[in-house]
């Protein structure tokens, strides 16, 4: 078999053409029903979750999950970050929360509790929350059950809220003086 | 003494800046220091801008429409009000094909530049306005005005000729702003 240029070129053109055609017939994921960010650094995400009507499951009827944006610091400290990952995408991110529960979808929050913490993971593509998770591609909420146990249960489903009705939600929760 | 004249005073080549090597560091611990410091760092920012570059690469940055979907994404993240959000959905996100060739290829501008020391200013203005559009396009954050200042040191300070190409090729083109 001898080499010829003309032809190695004819299958390189071949194969390139092959993979464009393969490139082109990839499908398109949907967009993720909770769809936030592992790298953004000062993203507020507002998610409500909603039970289920008569599901048997311990939770607050209507639960809202602030993430807050990172401070100051940890943003300067993703220069690092990024680089020992040598521009890896991010996979895994921790970020401060408050979960504001409610008994109905109106009104002002039962209890509200700060200083928590969320884990985010594109791996798995679930938020875990004290107490909860959520499934970030379905939005589907599952709730430990009960209180304090490692099981948990399917209890209702969550959105991300807009943008803005996000600030809308943090503004009307802010304390009035 | 005559060590230290030495590796104080210009070299061959006549340039009055120093040339960063263990010679000089020994004969002048303090300012070797610095000068050592902030070699690393151009190095380490030149390491930063190579991982920004690479990963465009991988993302078909140029010719696919991963900057449309990021863009988009972006959009839905920051608030709608903010000027950030007009820039992005006036500018940005109907020249994104534009904006993915300028990032690209400056940010392998950059990394060539502060990795080789060549043309190290121009490469630390070019960080720089990229760094300042990114933030205008909605992707400010604290980490971007650390990496303006140590972009403006590379500015600022003749790094390329204490270790870098500028050095030499200043010497064959003294009239050529780009290795001064």
């Excluded at chain 1, 490139?23 to 769809?35: E, K, L, S, T, Y």
């Excluded at chain 1, 807050?68 to 995408?89: A, C, M, N």
């Excluded at chain 1, 009960?146 to 600030?167: H, I, M, Y």
Aim: net charge positive; glycine share 8%; charged share 15%.
């Amino acid at each position: 078999m001898t080499f010829s240029p003309a032809s190695a070129m004819r299958r390189i053109s071949v194969m390139l053409l092959a993979s464009l055609c393969v490139q082109g017939a990839q499908a398109v994921d949907p967009p993720p029903a909770i769809n936030v960010s592992e790298i953004c650094t000062t993203c507020q995400d507002v998610i409500r979750c909603t039970r289920d009507p008569g599901s048997p499951v311990p939770a607050y009827p209507v639960v809202v999950y602030y993430l807050h944006p990172h401070s100051t610091w940890e943003q300067i400290v993703t220069i690092w970050d990024y680089l020992i990952r040598f521009g890896k995408p991010k996979q895994e991110d921790t970020r401060e929360l408050t979960i504001y529960e409610f008994m109905a979808p109106e009104g002002r929050p039962a209890q509200i509790r700060g200083g928590q913490a969320a884990k985010l993971s594109a791996v798995k593509m679930t938020i875990d929350v004290p107490g909860a998770r959520i499934d970030r591609t379905s939005g589907q909420w599952s709730v430990a059950d009960p209180p304090g146990a490692t099981e948990l249960r399917t209890a209702g489903s969550c959105t991300l809220l807009p943008v803005a009705d996000g600030f809308a939600f943090l503004r009307s929760m802010a304390p009035t003086s | 003494m005559n060590t230290l004249a030495s590796a104080t005073l210009p070299d061959d080549s006549g340039n009055p800046r120093p040339r960063f090597t263990l010679k000089f560091l020994r004969a002048n611990p303090l300012r070797g220091t610095g000068i050592g410091l902030a070699l690393l760092l151009r190095f380490l920012f030149g390491i930063f801008f190579l991982g920004g570059a690479v990963n465009k690469f991988q993302r078909n940055y140029m010719f696919g429409d991963y900057p449309l979907e990021l863009f988009t994404r972006r959009l839905t993240e920051i608030d709608p009000t903010s000027f950030p959000a007009l820039y992005l959905e006036k500018f940005i996100i109907p020249n994104y094909h534009l904006i993915g060739w300028v990032v690209t290829w400056g940010e392998v501008a950059v990394a060539v530049g502060m990795l080789l020391g060549l043309c190290t200013r121009t490469a630390g203005l070019i960080a720089i306005f990229l760094m300042v559009n990114f933030s205008l396009g909605g992707y400010h954050d604290a980490s971007l005005i650390v990496l303006n200042l140590i972009a403006l040191i590379f500015v600022v300070l003749p790094t390329g000729h204490w270790r870098g190409l500028d050095r030499g090729l200043h010497a064959r083109h003294p009239d050529a702003i780009w290795f001064k």
